[in-house]
């Protein structure tokens, strides 16, 4: 088999984790009733392991199992979030958003602008940070919901969430936080963090793709976006992806549990590539406040190089970089935009996102790799220049 790349693209998806995997495997196919049946043990027996897993994703979250809406993932989850409130509140049409927030998101807004919202996108600092105030200054009479992202899939960039869900929650907005990043890497209590709506994805957290959720706050008033059979106590209609469900259950136990040595570990191995390439590798710069940061997550600009040639070189490391690729062109990331980063700088940028299965030898490896490929970029760039 060829030589595989080490991955360091964890925020893009993780691998499901071989205990998650065992946990489902059964509800494919022996066990493979409908949780909605409720006329024999199939059905049964799905419908008790969907609640089982239920409990596993409130748990992680400090909710209620009554508040989890198991959904299809994060995008799923922000769509039926935001559209969700403005259509069962037609009185209040402001949103309050933030410039580097997912395009799951962003693309949301833009759609409810279309629909008669108003929308503001803050503006961070070049920390990558809000600040309560900001969120503060910007509510009005008529503003309906603030959603702020927890962290940064991009810079890992951690949001002072407590603070704004305190001010939504005294004004009386609701407040949706895009926790995909955070949840099994931060503390989520959403009761003290006065939270009414969060969106999480099991594939970013070692759990299959194309399941999540959605936590819904008691009481808090949602229009339904999908139609059909009122599963999900009336709020999300489909038959459940029992074994996706599961996984996502099975996913938040293991996170939820090892979550103090993960975060340690994660934090020594990323401090020790960033510290390494910093000291190694002149003109490179952080970019993103390294004070409130996520553990596992370093994001790089790599100065007087050719970003496009960087990546194109960096072929034996799985990493991100901060361009977007759209049908017709590549876009330098409009977080790092937000930022205040140039353009140039923004496409030399590199998103190392570690996660439970990196390794010390992977590291090393990745450190000197990218030293070398680093130099011998610059050389043919400056040399071109
Ligand atoms: C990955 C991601 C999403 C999209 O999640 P899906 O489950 O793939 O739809 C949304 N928001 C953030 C912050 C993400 O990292």
């Known amino acids: 088999m060829m030589n595989r790349p080490i991955y360091l693209d964890y925020n893009a998806t993780t691998p499901v984790d071989p205990r998650v995997l065992e946990t489902m495997l059964p509800w494919f196919s022996e066990q493979f009733g409908n949780a909605a049946s409720r006329t024999h043990l199939f059905g049964w027996e799905a419908a008790e392991a969907v609640e089982n897993a239920r409990r596993q994703v409130a748990q992680i979250l400090g909710a209620q199992e009554k508040e989890i809406v198991f959904t299809s993932g994060a995008t799923e989850s922000n769509n039926l979030a935001l559209l969700g409130s403005f259509e069962a509140s037609p009185s209040k049409k402001h949103f309050i958003t933030v410039q580097t927030e997912h395009k799951a998101i962003l693309d949301v807004c833009q759609y409810l602008e279309k629909q008669g919202a108003e929308v503001t996108y803050l503006k961070p600092d070049a920390q990558g940070l809000i600040t309560p105030q900001q969120v503060q200054e910007t509510i009005r009479e008529d503003t309906l919901l603030v959603s702020v992202m927890w962290a940064n899939n991009e810079t890992g960039v951690i949001q002072p969430i407590r603070e704004i869900g305190q001010i939504c929650r005294n004004a009386g907005v609701l407040f949706h936080t895009d926790a995909t990043q955070a949840v099994g890497k931060l503390p989520i209590y959403v009761e003290a963090d006065f939270i ?136 330098p990331s409009h977080v790092l935009k937000a930022l205040g980063l140039s353009d140039e700088l923004a496409h030399a940028s590199v998103r190392f996102s570690l996660g439970r299965f990196t390794t010390a030898e992977e590291i090393t490896l990745a450190i000197q790799y990218v030293t070398d490929t680093v130099a011998t970029t610059r050389a043919t760039f400056i040399s071109l220049s």
Do not use: W
Request: charged share 20%.
């Open 196 to 331: 009414d709506l969060l969106s999480l994805s099991a594939h970013k957290l070692y759990g299959p793709k194309g399941a999540g959720a959605l936590y819904v706050r008691r009481k808090t008033p949602l229009a339904i976006q999908m139609h059909g059979g009122g599963h999900e106590r009336g709020r999300r209609s489909g038959t459940l992806n029992v074994p996706g469900i599961i996984g996502l259950g099975k996913a938040c136990e293991l996170s939820y549990q090892a979550f103090h040595t993960e975060i340690k570990r994660l934090a020594d191995l990323r401090d020790y590539l960033e510290r390494t390439i910093l000291e190694f590798i002149p003109n490179v710069q952080v970019n993103g406040s390294v004070i409130h940061r996520l553990p596992h997550v370093s994001n790089l600009a790599f100065g007087a190089i050719d970003g496009e040639a960087l990546l194109l070189n960096l072929t034996k490391i799985a990493v991100s970089n901060g361009s977007a690729c759209t049908s017709a062109s590549v876009h």
